[in-house]
């Protein structure tokens, strides 16, 4: 991300000339006040905004210059998990998690193999039949970290994942993503729980009005860093 | 099974999908498409009847011409010789006074009518038969013009001012049904588009899920287009089972109402190649209708 701005009126800035560098397979805490630009410079990544100024590389691609087609080509390589979920209630914790499978056009048996082995890993397979509603915060995030998984995306975005999570769900929940780093997933995940911060020891970007006010390197080597 | 065809399964399996869960929106698409090619389709048998009459008519068209009682018999054949030569004649059939009688008497059902009259009063006549591209308005006036004053002939006459009376009233019901299912097709493309409008609305969190997930437009869109089309096909359907109970129900009561109207008792029904346009123009107008949506509708 080299000198990024994003603004939605003319003189006020959301992300104000932000500069990042982010490896592959990294893991990164992205924190700061309410509406200090977190949503902001996650949206920039999965291009569902355009920066107003600046490039941003993901993936060998330059998002800032991305046309609409190219667009989808990007988000099967990018999970996106967010607060509120985004489940279809009225579609089965099995058809959510395939979405992501269906948009390429996996075919039925293989697709429904990779959605069980995936709900596994995150201990739903059982409740595949099941509608989102029937089940519970934890787990309803769950199935929204299964479906950004299951097309082995190299990046993993999470926008307060835990927010709507009690204390005990949300490490079942960060334990999960911090899994799927292991596997050489590079992990972005806004939050503003600092024991969470505190917990897992990561690099930390502090933004605050728009602009890096901190970057604290990971207390911890990240397991599949490239450099 | 490859990618592609997975595609395509996926995308009609989320427009029947989409049709279930707004059950009664995509009813009213497919009942107001019904309706519409209902008024539509019985409309063009019932000019297609009346223009296969005007067509009969004209196979049937022919001129008489009375000849003059003065005029001896060998120079009444003569005539009939002069006419068949004239601009536009197949054949000329010589109708003596004598055959002319027993016509008349043959009509009549008998010759009471006839029976205080000393002589004959019938004159004989040509029976001008027409080549068939002389049976216009043009050809019978291009043979009129040739026929007038030629000696022997008393008056000439024909239906032609009737057959153009009925022809002006074909076209005018032709226009009459174009105008109705433009009109009625316009107002069916607008609540399938509206239909169609809706199922976005209603399924716009889907919508959203799907663009995080990478679906691309394509994948988006054909289930909606294929919605539309379903929808069209449903209504095409219905239409024509409707069009042909009544065809088959309401047309024996209507029978002899419908004779004096179209002139002719035997109508046809569509064939099959009709039936299939009707059908599939209703397909044409449920895909129309979610393109005119699509286009204006945000959908990935």
């Given at each position: 991300m080299y000198h990024v701005s994003k603004s939605?009126?003319?003189?006020?800035?959301?992300?104000?000339?932000v500069s990042l560098d982010v490896s592959r397979g990294e893991f990164l805490f992205l924190t700061g006040?309410?509406?200090?630009?977190k949503t902001t410079l996650l949206e920039l990544i999965f291009a569902a905004e355009v920066p107003s100024e600046g490039q941003i590389l993901v993936l060998g691609r330059n998002v800032a210059r991305l046309g609409a087609g190219a667009i989808p080509a990007l988000r099967r390589r990018v999970g996106v998990v967010f607060q509120d979920f985004?489940?279809?209630?009225?579609?089965?914790v099995e058809e959510n998690v395939r979405l992501a499978l269906d948009v390429v056009g996996t075919p039925r048996r293989e697709a429904r193999s990779r959605v069980f082995a995936m709900l596994k890993s995150v201990g739903l397979q059982h409740r595949?039949?099941?509608?989102?509603?029937?089940?519970s915060g934890g787990e309803q995030q769950r199935v929204a970290l299964a479906r950004a998984l299951v097309n082995e995306p190299e990046i993993l975005l999470a926008d307060e994942?835990?927010?709507?999570?009690?204390p005990e769900l949300t490490i079942e929940i960060m334990d999960l993503i911090v899994k799927a780093s292991t596997r050489g997933t590079t992990v972005m995940v806004a939050t503003h729980d600092h024991s969470l911060i505190e917990r897992y020891g990561k690099r930390v970007l502090r933004l605050d009005a728009g602009r890096i006010a901190e970057d604290v390197p990971s207390a911890v080597p990240s397991t599949g860093a490239v450099s | 099974m490859n990618r592609g065809l997975m595609l395509i399964l996926i995308a009609f399996a989320n427009s029947l999908r989409g049709i279930r869960n707004a059950a009664t929106t995509s009813s009213m698409a497919i009942l107001t498409i019904a309706i519409v090619l209902v008024l539509a389709g019985a409309a063009s048998l019932l000019v297609e009847n009346m223009a296969g009459v005007l067509e009969e008519f004209g196979a049937e068209l022919r001129l008489t011409a009375y000849l003059d009682d003065t005029v001896p018999p060998e120079d009444q054949r003569h005539l009939a010789q002069t006419v068949a030569a004239?601009?536009?004649?197949?054949r000329v059939v010589f109708i003596s006074k004598e055959e002319a009688l027993r016509r008349f008497e043959r009509i009549a059902g008998g010759d009471e009518l006839l029976a205080?009259?000393?002589?004959?009063p019938l004159p004989a006549s040509l029976e001008i038969h027409l080549r068939p591209e002389a049976r216009t308005a043009e050809g019978i006036a291009i043979l009129d013009a040739s026929l007038d004053?030629?000696?022997?002939?008393d008056e000439l006459a024909h239906g032609q001012e009737w057959i153009e009376g009925y022809a002006r009233a074909v076209a005018l019901a032709r226009t009459a049904a174009g105008t109705i299912t433009i009109v009625l097709g316009l107002a069916a493309l607008l609540i399938v588009a509206n239909t169609i409008r809706l199922a976005l609305y209603a399924r716009r969190d889907e919508l959203e899920i799907l663009a995080l997930v990478g679906a691309s437009r394509t994948f988006v869109r054909v289930p909606f287009m294929l919605e539309g089309t379903i929808q069209g096909l449903l209504g095409g359907l219905i239409a024509l089972l409707v069009v042909f109970g009544a065809f088959e129900l309401v047309l024996p009561q209507v029978r002899t109402a419908l004779e004096l109207v179209v002139?002719?008792?035997d109508l046809r029904f569509f064939s099959t190649a009709e039936s299939i346009r009707l059908v599939l123009s209703g397909a044409g107008l449920g895909l129309l209708g979610s393109i005119t949506a699509l286009v204006g509708g945000r959908t990935a």
């Open positions: 939605y009126m003319a003189g006020q800035y959301a992300l104000h000339d006040a309410s509406g200090a630009g985004k489940l279809l209630q009225e579609r089965t595949r039949f099941h509608h989102p509603l029937s089940l994942p835990t927010g709507n999570l009690d | 004239a601009p536009g004649v197949d205080g009259l000393d002589e004959n004053g030629l000696p022997g002939i002139g002719r008792a």
